[in-house]
């Protein structure tokens, strides 16, 4: 490049950007990339006295060596900043954040541009309460990458804590912007920042009336000083709670109370903490509780941030759910107030998942079977309406083995001693979780639970008139339970179902008659003696009505049941022959827009082709135009193309006039052109 001739300092400065060029596609981990100084070269000759001795190719190598060793150097530091990143993990899960934050930095001082250091530290920085710092860290985050809504989500809670409500909100409504997906997490963020607004500005607006020496905000402020005053007679407590009670009438009492420590006031009061553990309660005792109860419930009314505080009172997770199960008729009814309370909204509702025992809170509501229908139907209404929740549904499904029992009892109890509409809301809240294939497989794997289940078909059928709305009820659990087949080990538990549904075949209630054919339909399968003694009370003539008769649901578990029948037994396909004659019904079914029917009307159309000369009985409709539609179109479900492939097949084969049809619809190509696809896992 010093040569003074221009084609040579020309040809150097192309083999120069070449080699430079060379040295930037060396791959570098975390996408991170050197940077070099591309500068123009100068091509002016420098006043250099050896210029001739320089060795450009000297030069040049030792840059792309400089280049490899730093590529190699970033290398081994992401494995030490990787290493550290994990050993901060560590520290943050035991709650050790100093730890954690000492990791996290020493990672940075060996990648700088790694975000997930910055997102964890700043996440160590929250649980500190040093939100600033947090900030920073997600700033820096974003520099690495602009869409890391982790960054976002931590300098959104941070802001939060600093009291920047709009700037919180931008943090959030930046993630949704990035990831919509996100929706339902955002929205639960934006809530809280909403909610946390509205108790600021009422605590600024709570003590400025304070301040101006308001009667009722002043007399708050004394009542809770007085009721600081330790190991006083319970009497006194009471009193003074249900005075304080009664000053509970808008947002500026309840706030106060709130800024006032009442809540700690109350729940760390010693007198009060004995009233409420005793195990028999006396009348004072009880007084005292139940003063407190209404006061909760005074104090949180309409009120979230109060509401929020309660549930996070030391101890009140498992309190709650021991006052709703007491058999003190007066504690147990504000309990539930209370809990009613607080369960009418969805905060509510997520707090009280969030932070009471739900084990004991479940085993409590189920107990109110006990007592009147009304307080049963309510316990009952309330548990259902907080299992919609998906945070109760994840819960229940980590948590059925202990609660199982619970279920398993509900199912053993006396309905003749029982809320009859309770009981119903208890079993279809089971019936709506067992939806879920995990729940389901648990509940199923109990032998006790399967056979309180039998149990209770069996007190039921004593008095169906009485007990008809538990009974079908009852079947739409059984229902889903056996969607749990093939049964291998519970054979016999299958094969007392259906006999208990054969029997509820006989009866004159449609929903009954549909849910037993819903269950036969599903258990019928693991058992050839089942299904022989099912052909013998006539399964198929009464199987062949619902058809004729039925609605959509009842087709469908009418025509599958038919389907397990003709697959295994010649004599119910000779049934279904003598019954619906020239196969009006099934080739009503094959026009359905429901695959399920299709797909076993075809399989049971296969099988009756089995039976000598019933082709030829179809000779004069459309049904291989039919059956090859099925066949050769799309599915959801490739069964149904499959079960109509094998019963064009059968038909062909039993009547070679089907064959030539078929021929000439250039069925045989249509077929194996499909038939590919559905023989492909």
Excluded at 42 to 63: G, H, K
Excluded at 141 to 153: Q, S, V, W
Aim: hydrophobic content about 40%; aromatic content about 6%; some cysteine.
């Amino acid at each position: 490049m010093n040569s003074d001739d221009p084609r040579i300092q020309q040809k150097a400065i192309l083999e120069t950007e070449q080699r430079l060029l060379y040295t930037e596609e060396v791959p570098e981990e975390d996408g991170c990339r050197t940077t070099l100084n591309k500068t123009t070269i100068n091509c002016s000759q420098a006043p250099m006295e050896n210029a001739d001795e320089i060795n450009s190719e000297a030069f040049l190598a030792s840059m792309e060596l400089d280049a490899k060793e730093r590529a190699r150097r970033r290398r081994e530091n992401r494995v030490l900043a990787d290493a550290l990143k994990d050993k901060g993990n560590k520290a943050f899960a035991r709650g050790d954040y100093d730890a954690a934050v000492l990791c996290y930095s020493e990672g940075l001082n060996k990648v700088k541009d790694m975000k997930v250091l910055y997102t964890n530290r700043a996440q160590a920085y929250l649980k500190l309460g040093d939100y600033q710092k947090a900030i920073v860290d997600c700033e820096w985050a974003l520099k690495c990458d602009e869409k890391c809504t982790k960054a976002y989500f931590h300098m959104g809670k941070a802001h939060l804590a600093l009291k920047n409500y709009n700037m919180s909100r931008e943090c959030y409504q930046k993630i949704l912007e990035i990831s919509p997906k996100l929706q339902t997490q955002v929205k639960d963020s934006l809530n809280q920042v909403n909610l946390q607004e509205k108790a600021d500005l009422q605590e600024k607006e709570a003590q400025r009336l304070l301040d101006s020496g308001k009667h009722a905000a002043v007399t708050v402020k004394n009542l809770l000083e007085t009721l600081c005053k330790p190991d006083q007679n319970p009497l006194f407590y009471a009193g003074g709670i249900e005075i304080l009670t009664e000053m509970m009438k808008d947002c500026t009492e309840q706030t106060l109370f709130r800024t006032h420590n009442g809540f700690s006031i109350i729940s760390e009061n010693e007198v009060v903490r004995r009233c409420f553990s005793a195990t028999g309660k006396d009348v004072v005792g009880e007084t005292v509780c139940v003063s407190v109860l209404r006061l909760w419930q005074a104090v949180c009314s309409g009120n979230e941030e109060n509401q929020r505080l309660l549930l996070l009172c030391p101890n009140l997770g498992r309190l709650l759910p021991s006052l709703l199960a007491t058999r003190l008729l007066t504690v147990r009814q504000q309990s539930f107030a209370l809990l009613l309370q607080l369960t009418q909204t969805d905060y509510g509702r997520s707090l009280v998942i969030s932070h009471l025992d739900l084990t004991r809170l479940l085993e409590a509501l189920v107990s109110f079977l006990d007592f009147s229908d009304k307080e049963a139907n309510s316990a009952m209404a309330l548990l259902t309406d907080l299992a919609l929740d998906e945070r109760f549904r994840v819960w229940f499904q980590a948590n059925l083995p202990g609660v199982l029992p619970v279920l398993t009892g509900v199912l053993e109890r006396d309905p003749m001693v029982t809320s009859p509409s309770a009981l119903c809301r208890c079993i279809a809240l089971m019936g709506n979780l067992s939806a879920e294939a995990a729940v389901r497989r648990q509940m199923f794997a109990s032998e006790e639970f399967r056979e309180a289940c039998l149990g209770l078909m069996a007190r039921c059928e004593e008095d169906m008139d009485f007990f008809r709305e538990v009974m079908y009820i009852l079947l739409g659990l059984v229902m889903n339970l056996c969607l749990q087949s093939p049964f291998v080990y519970e054979q016999v538990w299958a094969v007392e179902v259906s006999r208990k549904c054969m029997f509820l075949l006989n009866s004159q209630d449609g929903g009954i008659l549909t849910r037993a054919a819903g269950v036969l339909s599903r258990t019928l399968s693991s058992s050839r003696k089942m299904v022989e003694e099912a052909l013998r009370a006539g399964v198929v003539k009464k199987m062949i009505k619902f058809l004729k008769t039925g609605g959509q649901t009842a087709s469908r578990y009418a025509i599958k049941t038919l389907a397990v029948c003709t697959n295994s037994h010649y004599e119910a396909r000779e049934e279904v022959i003598r019954l619906d004659k020239k196969f009006g019904i099934l080739m009503k079914l094959l026009s359905s827009e429901d695959e399920m029917v299709v797909g076993n009307a075809a399989l049971c159309l296969g099988n009756c082709m089995e039976v000598p000369y019933a082709a030829s009985s179809l000779l004069k409709t459309d049904v291989v135009q039919v059956l090859l539609k099925h066949a050769g179109g799309d599915a959801q479900e490739t069964a149904m193309q499959l079960n109509a492939g094998i019963a064009l097949g059968k038909l062909c084969t039993a009547e070679p006039r089907f064959a030539a049809q078929l021929r000439e619809l250039h069925g045989i190509e249509i077929l194996n052109s499909t038939m590919k696809y559905v023989a492909d896992p």
